[in-house]
């Protein structure tokens, strides 16, 4: 046996078995462990080379190099490829390209790729990977889409990974390694939060984003028929210990930074655990929440004393009878002014998300809806169309009045079926109108004046400009005007068929 110790003298000494004592220099281990680290590491770098890529669609690839409009609002860390690479095993080699920004090496030797896409990246992504095996490079595909779709998925990759990929993507890795990837992969349940590893942000270039992402729970409890993450999580929430989310805010190196929660507060409990220790921080961060956190002025006083100044509200529709027809109980409209007035007396600026297209909705809820944000002073909004995606109970219900099956066209700003309160063409080009009017630069420079005044409206006002001057900046790239439905004009339809023809859809035919 050979014994290891420290010399008195300073320097590393071995008793070999025959008892012979042999000096070696103080640094002999140290560099040894050096040498043999570095080889493994060397070994590491070339037994896999992994490419993670988050597709773009034509009009969002490379969005940077436009001087009004780069995107980088509305661009913060992916979580969702950046939790994949922490679970990579060590010996692989990572990298990820955001499409947005980035021009995919098409010939680069990789040994695997793995592209993680909604529905409306769909066609990108297929074509993302058809062209990658080609090369003989084998796919596998993540995201909602591709979990609610995995046979169609089939027809372009090697394999689908099935819900949330932590506990099955380590086995995808080894199979493709050695060669044998087995179609579906699905994890037998949800992953432990508590076990996750932070993601590594040193894969992506800090400069490209707006933002650190951190993600303190997964999912959201409610049933909302048209919610595609409601569907994927099984209608089901999932949650960090506060004190690993806390350790990782703690790690980002700038003050503002935003949860992608699905619903932050539907644990009322763990969310106040969780405020409790940002609050000493001095963080401040928006995320996305039910507007019920306003009926406790505590709590919302407890999330501005956290850091909080911003929400993303799903508002949806000013109509109760809309609401109930998609099962989103956990809102009332009656409620919606009293709400507004207690999160903006606490600093907390809220950028609502509507919806048109219901089946109660008629050609004058484009004015309506206008009208009210102004009344309630919501600070932004994102206006979508109305759209059933495959894995809700909304696209089953309208299985029949569907009239476009481009999946592109399911980026919740293309009429893709046969509304019942006007016809396609009206509910596209309000929908459009609507956007273009909210955030013309009266409309936003009077916004801006109002919030200022709130309190604490100066120290979050810069957070409330850079939200609107992105969506006009949206609006001017990309040409958005529509028209209101509820005027009364000959050259309607005209206008209407020019209008579609713009945004590249042919096959919508009016209501009957």
């Known amino acids: 046996m050979q014994r290891i110790g420290t010399h008195p003298g300073k320097t590393r000494w071995i008793i070999g078995l025959q008892g012979q004592t042999m000096r070696l220099p103080r640094n002999f281990f140290s560099s040894m462990s050096s040498y043999i680290n570095n080889i493994y590491v060397n070994q590491m770098e070339v037994i896999m080379k992994i490419l993670l890529i988050a597709p773009a669609s034509g009009k969002w690839r490379r969005v940077g190099r436009n001087w009004l409009f780069n995107g980088r609002t509305f661009r913060f860390s992916m979580l969702s490829l950046l939790s994949v690479a922490a679970e990579t095993p060590p010996d692989c080699e990572i990298r990820i390209i955001d499409e947005q920004i980035e021009t995919i090496p098409w010939n680069e030797n990789v040994d695997l790729v793995g592209v993680t896409f909604m529905t409306a990246l769909a066609p990108r992504a297929y074509e993302i990977a058809d062209q990658f095996r080609a090369r003989g490079v084998p796919v596998v595909a993540g995201g909602m889409h591709s979990s609610f779709c995995p046979q169609e998925a089939l027809q372009h990759v090697d394999a689908v990974v099935v819900g949330e990929a932590e506990g099955v993507w380590p086995r995808v890795v080894e199979d493709a390694r050695r060669g044998r990837m087995n179609g579906v992969y699905r994890a037998e349940s949800p992953p432990d939060l508590a076990l996750l590893k932070h993601p590594p942000h040193h894969l992506l270039e800090p400069g490209n984003y707006s933002t650190h992402a951190v993600q303190a729970t997964r999912g959201c409890p409610h049933r909302c028929s048209f919610c595609a993450i409601s569907a994927f999580h099984h209608h089901e929430q999932h949650r960090r210990p506060v004190d690993d989310v806390v350790e990782e805010v703690k790690r980002i190196p700038a003050r503002f930074f935003i949860f992608v929660d699905d619903n932050m507060t539907a644990d009322r409990d763990y969310a106040c655990r969780l405020f ?237």
């Not at 929440?289 to 100044?309: H, N, R, W, Y």
């Not at 916004?447 to 609107?468: C, D, F, Q, S, W």
Request: overall charge neutral; aromatic content about 10%; some cysteine.
């Open 276 to 512: 409790e220790k940002l609050a000493p921080l001095n963080k401040r961060w928006v995320t996305q929440s039910t507007l019920s956190i306003a009926e406790d002025p505590q709590f919302v006083q407890l999330a501005a004393k956290a850091g909080c100044i911003g929400l993303f509200v799903g508002l949806e529709s000013f109509s109760d009878a809309n609401l109930g027809t998609v099962n989103k109980t956990c809102h009332r409209v009656e409620s919606y002014r009293e709400s507004m007035g207690t999160l903006h007396a606490h600093g907390i600026a809220v950028e609502a998300g509507i919806v048109f297209g219901f089946d109660g909705d008629d050609a004058g809820v484009f004015s309506r809806t206008l009208t009210i944000l102004d009344e309630l002073e919501v600070d932004a909004i994102q206006a979508s169309i109305f759209t059933p995606l495959p894995g809700t109970e909304q696209f089953e219900t309208k299985q029949n009045r569907i009239l476009d099956r481009n999946w592109s066209h399911y980026d919740f700003h293309h009429v893709v079926f046969e509304p019942h309160g006007m016809s396609a063409e009206a509910l596209q080009a309000g929908h459009d109108w609507v956007t273009y009017e909210f955030y013309r630069p009266r409309r936003i420079a009077k916004r801006l004046a109002r919030h200022a005044a709130r309190p604490n409206g100066i120290k979050t006002l810069p957070y409330v400009a850079a939200v609107n001057l992105a969506y006009y900046g949206r609006t001017v790239r990309w040409h958005i005007r529509g028209w209101n439905p509820q005027e009364t004009a000959c050259d309607q339809g005209a206008r209407a068929s020019g209008h579609l023809a713009q945004m590249g859809i042919s096959s919508i035919r009016p209501a009957a």
